[in-house]
């Protein structure tokens, strides 16, 4: 799931005051005349003229600068895992320490392209959370409908010219760890936004939106994973990769993306433990049914196994994959590596998305050769495990 500031306030309240003019009696029947900005009443009392609200721009946490147009109040956008529909998206504040704060507004159910709508309640002053929950998706890894329990994005501000947003895993796991992050304390909201806004897409480690666009961590919020706006396809690639994660670990892609979160708030450790040092909990399936609370840790589920089945330990210590290298790895990079051995037409993309591939295929052909198997065995070792995992059943 790619500048240290302070968010200000966007509405300067500019109080008209009201000159509250006394009228002069003068001796002998003189008359007495008042000026003001409001107007006199016949008791000698003025009304004060109408306060005036003038909309400042929000403040570009990246630039520190304010944005090119004014904050508003309507905005749209879609849920995407896959497309996502039936999901409600609400709309809050978010608090210095990084919580949610005073609800905005609330959207229809999305549609079957996950596309929705809201008017808040008021043109928000400083950030905003979008929570989409309910609803569902197909999964492209494995074709299962996957319930949808809760997707978030924390964008910096809604403006006229930025008021579209993508509500994706990857922005759900960068809106908690933004949240983890400034419930320490110690750093600013904006600081907070800038240090977890590419803790999502940076499990790709394609890290296409940084490497080509320092405004990448605001700008990939209104992207489309898979469009013309997603370079080289690496965030479509990302989600793809999580799909496969949960084939691969038989688990609901929810608890995929609860895990994940909980362990990016961990800094990606490769003992999987959450913000606190707690290991990541994940749990497993009983007689078909998931059970989210049967003690199993990512790090348990993540071992290499031994014939009989059990753990692979080394002094005691579990002998597993670790979470960024091997989703960004061998659920995407393989992929890639598989489309190239079957086709030169396609090492043009692999050599693309990675660089240091480019003589992959250069060695002895034996040894290619031997690569390519090993390659397309995974492969076909991942999508075979469909037929026998428990997730299969959700549909």
């Known amino acids: ?60 946490p990246v630039t520190n600068a304010p944005t090119t147009s004014p904050a508003t109040n309507q905005l749209s956008g879609v849920v995407v895992s896959a497309a996502t529909q039936g999901a409600i998206v609400t709309a809050y504040n978010v608090r210095d320490d990084g919580s949610n704060g005073t609800l905005l507004g609330t959207s229809a159910a999305t549609d079957v392209d996950g596309k929705f709508s809201m008017t808040l309640s008021s043109a928000p002053a400083g950030m905003v959370r979008l929570v989409a929950t309910g609803g569902s998706f197909v999964s492209e890894a494995d074709a299962t409908k996957q319930p949808n329990k809760a997707l978030e994005l924390v964008t910096p501000y809604v403006t006229t010219d930025f008021n579209f947003f993508v509500i994706t895993p990857a922005t759900h796991i960068a809106s908690q760890v933004l949240a983890s992050t400034a419930a320490k304390g110690g750093i600013t909201l904006g600081a907070a936004f800038n240090a977890s806004s ?21 700008d990939y919020l209104k992207v489309v994973p898979g469009s013309s706006d997603d370079p080289l396809h690496s965030y479509l690639d990302l989600l793809s990769g999580l799909e496969w994660f949960g084939v691969r670990y038989d688990l609901p892609s929810s608890v995929v993306l609860q895990a994940v979160a909980q362990s990016a708030q961990g800094n990606y450790a490769a003992n999987a433990v ?82 240091s591939d480019s003589n992959l295929f250069a060695g002895d052909p034996a040894t290619v050769a031997s690569a390519c198997t090993y390659f397309a065995k995974q492969i076909s070792d991942l999508k075979a495990s469909i037929k026998t995992n428990n997730r299969s059943s959700m549909k």
């Open 274 to 355: 959450d913000a606190a040092g707690n290991p990541v909990q994940v749990g497993k399936w009983n007689n078909g049914v998931f059970d989210p609370t049967a003690p199993m840790t990512l790090d348990q589920g993540m071992a290499w196994k031994n014939a009989d089945g059990s753990n692979q330990m080394i002094n005691g210590v579990l002998v597993h994959d670790q979470l960024v290298p091997f989703i960004s790895l061998d659920m995407i990079q393989t992929f890639y590596r598989v489309a190239a051995c079957a086709s030169d037409a396609a090492k043009p993309d692999l050599y693309k998305r990675y660089p």
């Open 198 to 218: 590419m803790a999502g897409l940076g499990i790709g480690r394609s890290n296409t939106f940084m490497s080509t666009n320092q405004h990448g961590g605001i």
């Open 1 to 60: 799931m790619k500048n240290s500031k302070s968010i200000s306030a966007t509405i300067i309240k500019l109080l008209a005051t009201s000159a509250i003019v006394l009228s002069l009696s003068a001796c002998g029947g003189g008359g007495g005349g008042s000026t003001g900005s409001g107007s006199s009443t016949g008791s000698g009392t003025t009304t004060p003229s109408p306060v005036v609200n003038q909309v400042v721009n929000p403040t570009d």
